[in-house]
């Protein structure tokens, strides 16, 4: 029996009630229909120090972050939610790529949660663009670590209107910005 794709869900937000974590799970349901094993997770359940090599080389990797990198190491490919802080992707998100591709003694290759592993990015922001202009950046950083960033990409404006306060998905339009 065939293994089905295995995509690893999640968004660059610890905040509760993150757009772009309801724009994930949205996602996520249409992906799972397509036949793919979806795994969602919440970077506020893998709690991370900022990175920084001198803390690395006394303490060693935080458990948490090397929780999340065999996560990414299981599945097949990410589906990111990227909020846009300042133009850019927000620090969590960042800090945890620092941390989860920092080698280990026993890897198998050279950034194995990242080679190779395609990656569907969408953002979801109050403002016009929709938060296009921090995935830019969270594009060129995980080409640059080796993934397959597929180029549609989706960007939700005006997320405080496309969302019930459930957090429900009103409408999410299948053009890519």
């Known amino acids: 029996m065939p293994t089905s794709f295995r995509v690893l869900a999640f968004a660059g937000s610890t905040r509760q009630a993150s757009f772009n974590k309801t724009l994930v799970r949205a996602v996520a349901e ?9 795994t969602m997770a919440d970077l ?12 690395e080389a006394k303490s060693g990797k935080p458990a948490a972050a090397l929780a999340f990198k065999r996560l990414m190491m299981d599945h097949d490919a990410f589906l990111i939610g990227s909020p846009e802080y300042n133009g850019s992707l927000t620090g969590v998100l960042k800090n945890t790529i620092d941390w989860v591709s920092r080698p280990d003694d026993d890897d198998e290759g050279q950034l194995p949660a990242f080679r190779n592993k395609v990656v569907a990015l969408v953002s979801a922001s109050p403002g016009a663009l929709g938060g296009l202009r921090g995935l830019v950046h969270v594009r060129a950083i995980l080409a640059g670590l080796g993934c397959l960033v597929l180029p549609d990409q989706v960007a939700v404006p005006k997320a405080h209107e496309a969302f019930t306060q459930a957090g429900e998905a009103i409408a999410v339009k299948d053009e890519a910005l």
Do not use: N
């Open 30 to 38: 249409t992906v799972k229909e397509a036949g793919a094993q979806i």
């Open 44 to 55: 506020a359940d893998y709690r991370l120090p900022v990175f920084d090599a001198d803390d």
